[in-house]
């Protein structure tokens, strides 16, 4: 094996590196992480390539997630966006402020990524809560990660 020049050995350092100062100067994500874990979100919006994941995104889905969660009345079945195709109205479903959270967790770093699912765990409880199993569930999405267990809650309408 030939000895790796710099660039290479560069290359092979792992993906999850500390913060830079930047990321730690930008605000509160959610005023129960820690500074540590919120430098890592802003980096993570900043530079992740994903579709989803834009700086601001895990601040608005977690306000969205909670309020939805400690709202107040009984069980009730989730209302579908009217315009799911649409990148901001998606969000009117709040299965989908769920899946983008986690897709948030999935580009962390490990000690961050913890914090944020466990963050994510006390919610989840209360989502359970909050809404029916849909066995019958149609989507797709769910289909292709049957791990995403609240892309699988009931509808309005039964859909
Ligand atoms: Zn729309």
Do not use: K, Q
Not at 23 to 48: C, K, M, N, Q, Y
Not at 68 to 94: H, K, W
């Amino acid at each position: 094996m030939p000895r790796r020049r710099p660039g290479a050995l560069r290359a092979a350092l792992p993906a999850h590196r500390p913060a830079p100062a930047w990321a730690r100067d930008l605000g509160p994500v959610d005023d129960r992480l820690s500074a540590g874990t919120t430098a890592a979100i802003h980096f993570a919006e900043h530079t992740s390539r994903h579709v989803d994941i834009a700086p601001g995104v895990t601040a608005r889905m977690l306000a969205r997630y909670r309020a939805f969660v400690r709202a107040p009345g009984g069980r009730a079945a989730l209302e579908p966006s009217s315009c799911p195709a649409c990148p901001g109205c998606r969000y009117d479903d709040i299965a989908e402020c769920r899946d983008t959270l986690e897709e948030v967790v999935a580009v962390l770093p490990p000690a961050a990524a913890g914090e944020l699912r466990r963050l994510l765990d006390r919610l989840d409880a209360r989502f359970r809560r909050r809404t029916f199993p849909d066995p019958l569930s149609w989507s797709s999405r769910w289909r292709a990660d049957p791990r995403r267990w609240w892309l699988r809650r009931l509808y309005e309408g039964g859909g």
